[in-house]
């Protein structure tokens, strides 16, 4: 909901920006239709295009209202308190969105509550994962009474924008280059009463819930599956087969004999996340090149030149000069 109309006042073409990620405009109107994610995540960065501002995810999301989510928001905001709320929103977003996992834990009274996109074919992810928090964020912002704020927030993705806008929208501490997407809270705050709670509605939206549960099919491949999971440890140089295997909950003589069913290696993944990321990584003035190579788990500057060369016949600085 909204988003039309949102990048029509950031000053961008709705129907053009919705075209180009291959979507169509009033899809709104039909709440329980299933889209594209890949396509809906085109559309914020074609938004960001349009409108030329490199932070619209941030603030779409942070001006979003908890209901415009649907049947899923409306049953988060008629439950009975905030940990009822999130309680229903993990275990029914792959309702609202596959290929994609919401979860919380509690630590020693803090509870992170934690997105994370599964779909390796989704490379530039940051304009997502700030839309997304900034969206969930919103829930607990309306159990806290609109006063309060989270004590930190983390993204994967590094800096890559100037990072004082992502400040005011969340009115806390923001860390980038992290392991997860992460938004931490008091544990105290579960007890927090939604202030819409209603009984009778929750059980309605519920009851739809379940009914669109039943339709919904994950359709993740093992490639798209360790594509996601090599993005997230190649910043770290962990990008090994048996970390992928391991966070796959796979043996790696299971995923090699998956991959090759779908006629690829490993290795041969790592070279085309690498090589995806890379140009991705490039349309980021703040970041140099030596920071790229770092990102994508060289371990020098050479050795990621080199690999561009082979796969663009060009130099880093000259495809991102041209």
């Known amino acids: ?49 349009s409108t030329g501002n490199e932070h619209f995810g941030l ?4 001006q979003f209202e ?32 596959r290929n994609s996992l919401l979860q919380m834990e509690v630590k020693e009274g803090i509870c992170q509550l934690e997105y994370r996109l ?44 100037d990072a004082q806008q992502h400040r005011q929208a969340f009115h806390c501490d923001i860390r980038f280059h992290q392991e997860r997407n992460v938004i931490l809270f008091r544990e105290s705050c579960l007890d927090l009463p939604m202030p819409d709670a209603h009984q009778m509605l929750n059980n309605v939206t519920l009851g739809s819930i379940r009914e669109l549960a039943g339709l919904v099919e994950q359709t993740l491949t093992t490639v798209q599956r360790a594509k996601s999971e ?32 779908e006629k690829h290696s490993f290795k041969r993944l790592v070279d085309e996340v690498r090589e995806e990321q890379a140009v991705c990584y490039l349309n980021y003035e703040r970041l140099s090149v030596s920071e790229i190579a770092y990102r994508l788990g060289y371990s020098d500057v050479s050795a990621f030149t080199h ?6 016949d060009v130099s880093p600085s000259d495809w991102r000069m041209q």
């Open 1 to 49: 909901m909204g988003l039309e109309e949102f990048i029509d006042e950031q000053g961008g073409r709705s129907a053009q920006v919705l075209s180009r990620a291959g979507l169509t405009s009033g899809l709104y109107q039909s709440p329980n239709r299933h889209i594209s994610l890949k396509h809906y995540i085109n559309s914020m960065h074609e938004a960001a295009l």
């Open 307 to 312: 690999a561009f060369m082979r796969w663009k």
């Open 59 to 62: 603030w779409f999301g942070e």
């Open 66 to 97: 908890p209901e415009g989510l649907g049947l899923f928001g409306f049953h988060a905001m008629t439950s009975p308190d905030l940990r009822s709320a999130i309680e229903g929103m993990q275990e029914y977003f792959p309702v609202f969105q």
């Open 118 to 161: 599964l779909d390796g074919e989704i490379m530039d992810r940051r304009q997502d994962a700030e839309l997304t928090l900034g969206m969930l964020n919103n829930v607990l912002k309306r159990a806290m009474g609109g006063h309060g704020s989270p004590l930190e927030i983390h993204f994967q993705h590094p800096a890559l924008v």
């Open 230 to 261: 090599i993005i997230a440890l190649l910043p770290d140089g962990e990008a090994s087969l048996d970390h992928v295997a391991r966070r796959l909950n796979l043996s790696s003589r299971t995923l090699q004999r998956q991959l090759a069913a």
